[in-house]
């Protein structure tokens, strides 16, 4: 006989398959991002090995070298100042366009296509776009201010205005993408809501704080967590743009940890900037969980 009932035995092969499902996610997750994280902080308490001498174990030094380090702190707030805007002017942004197209309007699906268009170039080639945008004289930007009596400006060049333009293209970029999102989101909420809420008189804006705002909470929490995550991992447009200038103006976490790294040398250092990101992003998506968690409504 079988040492378990056959309801049991069900159950167990079931709760086995699960495990087998999902076990190539859980393989690839540990590989490349799990079992690096944990390697990255462990080699943060370690000199960065040179030549023949092995890495020497140095405890907190690196992390006290992050506490002194001028341009760690530079760095770290640019990068916070970069996610407080670009994350929430992202989410904005995407849901304005979201709630445009969703409607029946004529070229419907030439406006999703153009707003969605920035989202499969290449960042480097975007960037590109935006540096003949903002360059000096004879740039777009400078041409139309001038064309309404403003004079040239330097947009990458000068410290005041470096870091926005660089949100600016960041903002352009990725708002299509979380269109999308959100655009899949609206057509899930029931038409009859809308109806009934028409029926009682209600305005636009009642509409949407009443019905579909909270109704697309879920995604918009979805979509935060992700911003802010690629808000932290900007690089690739630091290097093609500004290259961290001027006077480390557009220097962000991640561009320092790879100018550490790879321009310095310095594996240690470098890996204790990256524990120091990785606590970052995980202390801000928890926060994001508790703020955001208490208003979502799952259907």
């Known amino acids: 006989m079988s040492p378990h009932p056959p309801r049991q035995a069900r159950a167990i092969n079931v709760h086995i398959q699960g495990w087998l499902l999902a076990l190539p996610a859980i393989v690839l997750l540990a590989a490349f991002t799990h079992i690096p994280g944990i390697a990255t902080i462990f080699d943060s308490f370690y000199a960065t090995p040179h030549g023949r001498r092995p890495a020497a174990f140095v405890g907190w030094a690196q992390y006290q070298t992050m506490w002194t380090d001028p341009i760690a702190w530079t760095a770290l707030k640019n990068n916070l100042l970069y996610a407080l805007i670009t994350v929430p002017l992202s989410i904005g942004l995407a849901l304005t366009m979201a709630l445009w197209v969703a409607g029946r309007i004529k070229g419907r699906a030439a406006l999703r296509l153009a707003f969605f268009t920035p989202t499969i170039l290449p960042m480097v080639a975007a960037a590109n776009i935006w540096i003949f945008f903002y360059t000096p004289d004879y740039g777009l930007l400078n041409q139309i201010t001038r064309a309404f009596g403003g004079g040239s400006v330097n947009w990458l060049g000068d410290p005041s205005t470096a870091l926005p333009a660089l949100m600016a293209v960041t903002v352009w970029?990725?708002?299509?993408?979380?269109?999308?999102?959100?655009?899949?989101?609206?057509?899930?909420?029931?038409?009859?809501?809308?109806?009934?809420?028409?029926?009682?008189?209600?305005?636009?804006?009642?509409?949407?704080?009443?019905?579909?705002?909270?109704?697309?909470?879920?995604?918009?929490?979805?979509?935060?967590?992700?911003?802010?995550?690629?808000?932290?991992?900007v690089v690739d447009q630091v290097i093609a743009m500004t290259g961290g200038g001027p006077n480390n103006a557009t220097t962000l976490l991640l561009f320092y940890i790879y100018q550490v790294g790879f321009s310095f040398w310095d594996t240690g250092y470098a890996a204790a900037l990256s524990a120091l990101l990785l606590a970052l992003l995980g202390l801000v998506s928890m926060l994001q969980f508790a703020l955001l968690g208490r208003n979502v409504h799952y259907r």
């Open 173 to 233: 970029k990725e708002a299509g993408f979380f269109m999308i999102f959100y655009l899949a989101a609206l057509q899930q909420v029931s038409p009859t809501l809308y109806e009934a809420a028409r029926m009682e008189n209600a305005g636009r804006w009642t509409i949407f704080r009443r019905i579909t705002w909270p109704l697309v909470m879920p995604t918009t929490l979805f979509v935060a967590v992700n911003a802010l995550i690629n808000a932290f991992r």
